[in-house]
């Protein structure tokens, strides 16, 4: 089978036709950002980084009790890469799928899915309601409050920084570089 090298516009039309929730858009947005910061940082493709993060949770508005199952049958079907396909499928490691983040895009997107929505739950509580002035320090002031963005499994987080062999604080830092960038 002919693997297509898909594009934003083709992977946004993808997305969309699956995701109509604004939040879900906005979070597949600030993935998006954050995976370009990255592969910038490490001299990787850009494009490649922000598409696996764009399409991440293609599946999850619909499908949530298929999460990455469905997402991989669709990508697929409209002929999507293999090495995208298991990047995306690396994302749920641990907690829907059984697919190890082994590479540095793979680990990039498993340590910042959930790390972008206590970034975005943060900046919402200041006084500005942006990232733009967002610091390290005031993510961190709300991470051990369970209560605040409890949907965020902080143990990803965790586990993610740690695969990628970086602090906590750096982690943080560079999502909010990422979505900077976005915003």
């Known amino acids: 089978m002919k693997q297509n090298t ?7 039309e993808l997305l969309k036709k699956y995701n ?5 858009l906005k979070h597949a947005f600030a993935v998006e950002g954050v995976m370009r910061y990255m592969a910038g940082k490490h001299g990787e493709d850009k494009e490649k980084w922000g598409l696996i993060g764009l399409i991440h949770d293609l599946d999850y508005e619909k499908y949530p009790d298929q999460h990455c199952a469905m997402t991989k049958k669709i990508l697929e079907e409209n002929k999507w890469p293999e090495e995208y396909i298991r990047a995306v499928m690396s994302h749920g490691w641990g907690i829907v799928t059984d697919v190890e983040p082994v590479t ?4 990039t997107l498993y340590a910042i899915d959930e790390l972008t929505g206590l970034v975005v739950t943060s900046a919402l509580v200041r ?3 942006s990232v733009m002035d967002l610091e390290v ?7 051990n409050d369970k209560r605040f963005a409890a949907g965020v499994d902080r143990s ?3 586990k993610g920084a740690s695969m990628l062999g970086v602090s906590l604080d750096e982690l943080i830092q560079d999502c909010i570089m990422g979505m900077r960038e976005v915003a």
Request: charged share 45%; hydrophobic share 30%.
């Open 127 to 129: 006084p500005s309601r």
């Open 6 to 12: 898909p594009d934003r516009e083709s992977a946004l």
């Open 104 to 107: 540095l895009l793979e680990k």
């Open 156 to 158: 990803v987080i965790e």
């Open 137 to 143: 320090r005031s993510v961190k002031k709300k991470w």
């Open 20 to 24: 109509k929730s604004e939040s879900l």
